[in-house]
């Protein structure tokens, strides 16, 4: 079952980045690609903030929406084929607002 979606509530969550310092960011969507569900943030502050970047960690199974448990991807592979799945659910967000939801 694909219950990828993007993530229409404001919902924040604070990540640890790599110099051990909290950043909060905008989650944007949850979403499938291979064996896993991944989510996608946005940040909303610090100097990440406004540049368009999107953070995207794998979830741990195991969790809920509401108790996130992110893993970073070491994998250049995987990463790759979250990223392509994040950008086919942005790709067919998008064909749906211009052209509804046939």
């Given at each position: 079952?694909?219950?990828s979606?993007?993530?229409e509530e404001d919902i924040t969550v604070s990540i640890a980045i790599d110099d051990g310092s909290e950043l909060l960011c905008d989650m944007v969507a949850i979403f499938n690609?291979?064996?896993y569900r991944y989510i996608a943030l946005s940040p909303k502050e610090g100097p990440?903030?406004?540049t368009g970047e999107i953070f995207i960690y794998r979830l741990n199974s195991a969790k809920t929406?509401?108790?996130?448990?992110?893993i970073n991807i070491e994998?250049?592979?995987e990463f790759e084929m979250a990223s392509q799945a994040?950008?086919?659910l942005m790709d067919r967000e998008e064909f749906n607002a211009?052209?509804?939801d046939e």
């Open positions: 079952m694909d219950d979606r993007i993530i690609a291979g064996d990440y903030a406004d929406d509401e108790d996130l448990d992110l994998d250049d592979d994040f950008e086919v211009v052209f509804g």
